[in-house]
């Protein structure tokens, strides 16, 4: 059973960054990240093939965030930039063991607990 834990999250001003980590405790192929705001449903951000050679964003986020992995680390990143209130939330990363590129999809094996992000003046 592989753990995944996130970091990096915390408050920030509109126009902000925050830089978010996953790390796994074992060997994942593809990885996502997910967030969901309160009373809201979780929705998908971003993904990242296995070997970090193909990406894919929502388009809420497309040209603000980018999404990296370093597999030497078992590191999975997520660099946000250009902060909006709207992408306030509980941040998740999720991933697969075996499936190489998992895209939008919203079936994960691997769970983290999540980290918060606020952006708010």
């Known amino acids: 059973q592989v753990q995944l834990v996130e970091s990096g999250g915390g408050s920030v001003q509109p126009g902000g960054s925050l830089r978010l980590s996953c790390t796994a405790s074992g060997y994942v192929a593809c990885m996502s990240w997910f967030r969901q705001a309160p009373g809201k449903e979780r929705t998908w951000v971003s993904a990242?093939?296995?070997?970090?050679?193909?990406?894919l964003y929502a388009d809420s986020v497309k040209g603000r965030f980018t999404i990296s992995r370093d597999n030497a680390k078992n590191t999975l990143f997520l660099q946000m930039n250009s902060l909006k209130p709207e992408d306030t939330g509980m941040y998740y990363c999720?991933?697969?063991?075996?499936?190489?590129?998992?895209?939008?999809?919203?079936?994960?094996?691997?769970w983290g607990q999540g980290t918060q992000v606020t952006v708010s003046s």
């Open positions: 990242i093939s296995s070997g970090g050679g193909t990406t």
């Open positions: 999720a991933a697969d063991s075996s499936e190489p590129f998992c895209g939008s999809r919203r079936t994960f094996l691997y």
